[in-house]
């Protein structure tokens, strides 16, 4: 807990509902270095998180939510230690998090696109129309080639 301010102090159970993690979520990321080591109440030896934590909670929380992996959560968070010098690190982290993201998106752009075709599908099966029926059975065919080739995000 920071000596510079008195700041308001916070259980795992309080950080947890603060920040949106769940309080084993809490403990693993600090376990394995994705956040520094909490500070411990003296007599309890709980954890005791600060408002200092808690803006570094909320960051992790904001990059776990991106469906950024832990291991560059928890480069990032070390680069941030470092300030202006890691910039460069940080830049990149976060531009390959993005293509990752714009990948997933072209997917479910995708099976979206399949969704459709199939409702469309049935709702021409359900009108009687046969040959809109077809076409539409052909485009989902080659929409779920595409599925498959494309694969997992």
Do not use: F
């Amino acid at each position: 807990m920071s000596a510079r301010t008195a700041q308001h102090t916070y259980t795992i159970k309080e950080a947890a509902a603060l920040t949106g993690l769940p309080a084993s979520t809490l403990r693993y990321y600090e376990s394995i270095g994705v956040i520094g080591p909490i500070s411990r109440g003296a007599s309890s030896k709980h954890r005791v998180y600060d408002e200092d934590d808690l803006h570094q909670l909320m960051w992790v929380a904001c990059l776990a939510a991106t469906g950024m992996s832990v291991s560059d959560m928890r480069q990032y968070m070390s680069n941030g230690q470092l300030g202006p010098s890691a910039a460069g690190e940080q830049i990149e982290l976060l531009a390959e998090q993005e293509r990752r993201l714009a990948r997933e998106a072209e997917h479910i752009a995708l099976r979206r696109r399949y969704v459709r075709v199939k409702i469309d599908y049935w709702q021409a099966v359900q009108a009687g129309d046969d040959a809109r029926a077809e076409t539409l059975s052909t485009a989902a065919r080659e929409l779920a080639d595409e599925l498959k080739r494309a694969g997992k995000p």
